[in-house]
């Protein structure tokens, strides 16, 4: 399996991107310093050359024009070549080329220095020359007969310029530069990764950073609080099935042996004809409790796994339902010696009915299961506002029992609490009745709340959405 290739280093980034802006920022403005410095020698250069052709125009001047190429030859001699150039632009005089031949060079009056110097009085210019690394520098100046004296310097073009007198100086600065630049990006890019190495993964809020970032610190922040919570939970739900294995397990062992006991005695023929009613009998009670015990942990399993989809919801009766519950648990109120009365106007809501009916059976018998001879169960359904004036369904099952302390009101929905040990044996029962109620009320989206004093008897109360 290929590995995912390696993240780019942020300081490296950095390093490299201000190496790389400040050494072209150095190099460039050498250039353009370098550029500029030529250019003003040369205009240096081209202010010099004209003020050599026009004191040599002057001279030339106060001579006959005959004896003007015999003065240019004598008196102007060296590395400025001079060309004396008449009206028509027929060059007279050219201190590069035999007088001979001066008159037979290519006319000059298109030149443009000399075109220049007869609009406006003087004229400069400057050319790349036939050799390489060499410009030719163009001054010409005119005389009172309309003759131009022009004069030409050959010079180091602007790349031999630099090749031959600033390659030298210009390397060791730059490479001066570099290394000056390289230590200063080292500490630029140390100081820029400061406050992200200050950066706590496990409070990334906690100072560090930059203000730039705080959206991406938020927001790990956030995730990190989540996956926390999650833990939380995921640790809690681990802790909640353990504990619930250990009850199930507990609360299955006692009918096991009771049943697996009498049916062995049974077995060996160790029970008496007039007995074998009996046993047959505390054997069917015990796998009842079983049976019931297995159907609550399916539920609560179902719950807690939300294996009831939404599609099954569909609108619900609950004034049907409870009336249908009440019904099933008729022959249980009659054994107690407990009056169920009903109380019922409509209510609707949607959800699952099976669901909904176990809940409220799961109320009444309990209510029933845990009064006293004689008492009474009121079975109510409503519908009402809550406090922020939505419609919502009730479910109201009082009774007239011993009540509930107030320190173990929370306790009563936890799966397997009882209150009373002893008598939960006598009057039967999972332990997961009011856990069921609990989780059936939030898988509709509802709460249950409680109302009891000792001696009081107690309420619980089912509040639904309306639909």
Do not use: C, W
């Not at 150039?85 to 220095?113: I, K, Y």
């Not at 007239?400 to 173990?408: E, L, Y």
Request: charged share 20%.
């Amino acid at each position: 399996m290929r590995g995912s290739p390696a993240a780019p280093s942020l300081s490296g980034r950095i390093f490299r991107s201000i190496l790389a802006f400040t050494l072209t920022g150095i190099v460039a403005f050498s250039l353009a310093l370098a550029a500029i410095f030529y250019l003003s020698f040369e205009h240096k250069a081209a202010d010099g050359l004209l003020n050599q052709a026009h004191r040599a125009a002057v001279l030339l001047d106060s001579e006959p024009a005959s004896k003007r190429p015999a003065v240019l030859a004598e008196q102007f001699d060296g590395t400025v070549r001079y060309t004396l150039v008449a009206a028509d632009g027929t060059v007279l005089f050219d201190s590069a080329a035999e007088a001979a031949d001066a008159p037979q060079m290519e006319n000059h009056g298109n030149r443009p220095e000399v075109r220049e110097a007869l609009a406006s009085g003087e004229g400069a210019t400057s050319r790349m020359s036939a050799t390489v690394g060499t410009d030719t520098l163009y001054a010409a100046a005119p005389l009172s007969d309309g003759s131009v004296i022009r004069l030409a310097e050959t010079r180091d073009s602007i790349v031999a310029f630099f090749a031959n007198g600033l390659m030298v100086p210009v390397a060791f600065t730059l490479l001066a530069a570099v290394a000056l630049v390289l230590a200063l990006s080292r500490l630029l890019t140390r100081h820029l990764m400061r406050p992200l190495d200050r950066i706590d993964a496990s409070s990334p809020l906690q100072g560090g950073g930059y203000a730039e970032m705080a959206p991406l610190l938020e927001r790990i922040d956030s995730q990190q609080r989540t996956l926390r919570a999650q833990n939380q939970e995921l640790a809690l739900a681990e802790s909640l099935r353990r504990d619930f294995s250990a009850n199930v397990s507990h609360e299955m062992k006692t009918p096991l042996q009771v049943i697996s006991g009498y049916a062995e005695l049974m077995a060996n023929g160790m029970v008496p004809p007039d007995e074998v009613r009996k046993f047959g009998s505390v054997i069917y009670q015990e796998s009842q409790a079983m049976r019931a015990l297995i159907n609550d942990v399916l539920i609560l399993s179902r719950l807690d796994e939300k294996a009831l989809a939404a599609d099954e919801a569909a609108p619900v009766n609950l004034a049907s339902v409870a009336e249908r519950a009440v019904g099933r648990l008729e022959s249980l109120a009659r054994e107690a010696d407990v009056a169920v009365g009903l109380q019922l106007q409509p209510a609707q809501v949607q959800g699952n009915e099976t669901l909904l009916e176990q809940m409220i059976h799961n109320l009444v018998e309990n209510a029933i299961r845990y009064n006293r001879p004689g008492g009474r169960v009121t079975v109510k359904t409503a519908t009402a506002l809550d406090a922020e004036g939505r419609t919502e369904a009730l479910v109201q099952v009082s009774d007239s029992g011993p009540g509930i302390p107030a320190d173990a009101q929370d306790k009563v929905f936890e799966r397997f609490y009882r209150l009373d040990k002893s008598r939960s044996k006598e009057t039967g029962g999972t332990g997961l009745g009011l856990a069921i109620v609990k989780h059936a009320a939030l898988h509709h989206g509802g709460t249950v709340e409680l109302q009891s004093e000792e001696g009081q008897g107690a309420t619980f109360t089912v509040h639904l959405p309306s639909v």
